[in-house]
C-alpha cells in the first residue's frame, strides 16, 4: 500500500505565499548576478534602491519599505556602514533615533549598475512582454494597496 498521496491538496486555494516567492526568484535570478558581480547582496541593494528613491530614512522605514526585519537589518546596515555603502546619524532633536544616508560610493555603484540593470529589465519584459510587465505592476500594486500598503516588520 502506498503512502503517497492521490487526492488534492485539503487546501481550496493555491498556496499564493509561495507562487509570490517563486515568482520573485524567477526575476531576482536574473539581476542576482550583476548584483554579485559588483558584490551586493540583494538586500543591500534593496537598501540603496529604496534610498535612491526616498532619501535618507530611519532604519525602520528601510525595513518596512525593503522587507527586512529589525534584527536582519541591524546588521545589513552595519556591513554596508563598513563597506561605505550607508552612513548612519544620529538625529540632533532625538539621540536615540538615527537616520540612514546613501554615500558617493553607493551612488556610484547605483550609476554603475543602471545601464545593466536597465538592460535586464528590457530583456526580461521582452521575454514576457510589455503588457504582462504593465499587467504584473498593476496588479501587484492594487494587491498591495488593498492589504495596507507595504509590509510592517517582517522575517527574513
Known amino acids: 500500500m502506498s503512502t503517497r498521496r492521490t487526492s488534492r491538496s485539503t487546501f481550496r486555494h493555491r498556496n499564493l505565499p509561495l507562487l509570490l516567492l517563486q515568482a520573485r ?3 531576482i535570478s536574473r539581476f542576482r548576478p550583476l548584483l554579485n558581480a559588483h558584490g551586493v547582496t540583494e538586500q543591500q541593494w534593496r537598501i540603496v534602491r529604496s534610498l535612491l528613491d526616498t532619501g535618507p530614512q530611519e532604519p ?3 525595513g518596512r519599505l ?10 545589513v546596515l552595519a556591513r554596508m556602514e563598513d563597506l561605505d555603502l550607508v552612513s548612519r546619524e544620529r538625529l540632533a532633536h532625538d539621540q536615540r533615533r538615527v537616520m540612514v544616508s546613501l554615500t ?5 555603484l547605483a550609476a554603475a549598475l543602471a545601464p545593466r540593470i536597465d538592460a535586464e529589465y528590457a530583456a526580461l519584459e521582452s521575454c514576457v512582454g510589455a503588457e504582462l510587465m504593465r499587467r504584473a505592476y498593476a496588479t501587484l500594486d492594487e494587491l498591495m494597496g488593498l492589504l495596507g500598503g507595504t509590509p510592517g516588520d517582517v522575517e527574513d
Open 25 to 27: 526568484e524567477a526575476v
Open 60 to 62: 525602520r522605514q528601510i
Open 104 to 108: 558617493a560610493r553607493s551612488r556610484a
Open 66 to 75: 525593503c522587507g527586512i526585519s529589525s534584527p536582519s537589518l541591524a546588521g
